[in-house]
């Protein structure tokens, strides 16, 4: 199977799950879960809040953790692998950038929205001037037609990407819309392309899987699923399904199933299943870190969080607009007589 090509492995366990402990990670568990990825051979290891750099707010939520404690702590205990940050544009700055970079960070991903890759043109510039690599990350790509993700990835690629990571930030997509897109990417630009699954439609692997048969290289993955919303692809089924497929990822099975298994899922706060809410997510096409923001609204006014998600999607919120999920409570709220 020498023909196969190497898929490198995203693990966004201390970032994307960070949404999912509602950012409350301590550094022995950062380093921890850091340095058991970095045994078992996890090529990029991202570690930030789950919305980036300087994330930590009243609006998406306060971290335990600063961003440099966090880095501090994941640096010293990488050896191999790549120290990995995530950047929106809007939310962390050159300065916050440069701080990774202090902390030893090798990869910014900068996030934007779909049809919003210009924002980051200065961040990829200015990475690659300090010698990271740099990637364009373009967020809920289901909102967008395939040719509309291609114009926006072949601006990241001018910028000066490393390669382009397409995220089904709303676990929206079925196998298809990502092969419509990724492939259309692939066949648009010349840097490698990777992708960002969630599982709400419990679609994670499968859409992963699609990613690659359609020329992806590279795939996100969280340990135990441990991400926004109902999580994302689990990154030791991942290897696992690959190592089937014939696929070398330089993973070893066993030791991301220990990483898994011994380190991660002790620290969890639930189980990361497919819930009433989570499904919604996926089915009404909503950013997956609105879901604890979600709960705790419907909590308040009384009210079905699915109710809350319907009417989010239906006004096509996206990553950034956490704030408005308040505002929509609590008018479906007035609506019904119930505030």
């Not at 259309?184 to 990613?211: I, R, S, Y």
């Not at 639930?270 to 089915?283: C, E, I, K, S, T």
């Not at 998600?309 to 609506?335: C, F, S, T, W």
Request: proline content about 3%; overall charge negative.
């Amino acid at each position: 199977m020498n023909s196969t090509p190497f898929i490198h492995i995203v693990d966004t366990t201390l970032r994307d799950g960070s949404h999912a402990v509602s950012h409350q990670f301590t550094a022995e568990q950062v380093a921890a879960i850091a340095g058991g990825l970095d045994a078992a051979g996890v090529e990029y290891i991202e570690v930030s809040h789950g919305d980036g750099l300087a994330g930590s707010s009243y609006n998406y939520g306060w971290a335990k953790l600063s961003d440099e404690e966090m880095l501090k702590a994941a640096a010293g205990a990488i050896k191999k692998g790549k120290l990995t940050v995530l950047l929106l544009p809007g939310i962390g700055t050159v300065e916050d950038l440069k701080m990774a970079a202090d902390c030893g960070a090798k990869v910014v991903r900068v996030a934007t929205h779909v049809t919003e890759a210009d924002i980051g043109e200065q961040h990829i510039g200015i990475a690659k001037k300090m010698g990271m690599e740099a990637v364009g990350f373009l967020m809920m790509c289901h909102m967008a037609p395939p040719e509309k993700v291609v114009e926006q990835a072949k601006l990241f690629e001018a910028y000066g990407a490393d390669y382009i990571n397409i995220a089904d930030s709303a676990g929206a997509m079925l196998p298809e819309d990502v092969k419509a897109r990724v492939g259309a990417v692939v066949e648009a630009v010349k840097v490698p392309v990777g992708f960002h699954a969630h599982n709400n439609l419990t679609m994670a692997t499968a859409n992963a899987l699609a990613a690659v048969e359609a020329g992806a290289t590279f795939l996100d993955g969280a340990c135990r699923g441990l991400g926004a919303g109902a999580g994302n692809a689990q990154t030791e089924a991942l290897v696992g399904v690959l190592d089937k497929l014939g696929y070398q990822t330089g993973v070893d099975f066993y030791k991301i199933m220990d990483v898994a298994e011994d380190i991660v899922e002790p620290v969890m706060h639930r189980p990361q299943v497919v819930r009433n809410a989570p499904l919604m997510l996926g089915y009404a096409g909503v950013y997956s870190s609105f879901l604890l923001h979600t709960y705790r609204a419907a909590e308040k006014f009384n009210l079905d969080p699915r109710d809350i998600l319907v009417e989010l999607g239906r006004r096509r919120m996206v990553g950034g607009q956490e704030d408005m999920i308040v505002d929509v409570a609590y008018q479906l709220a007035q609506k019904r007589g119930g505030a």
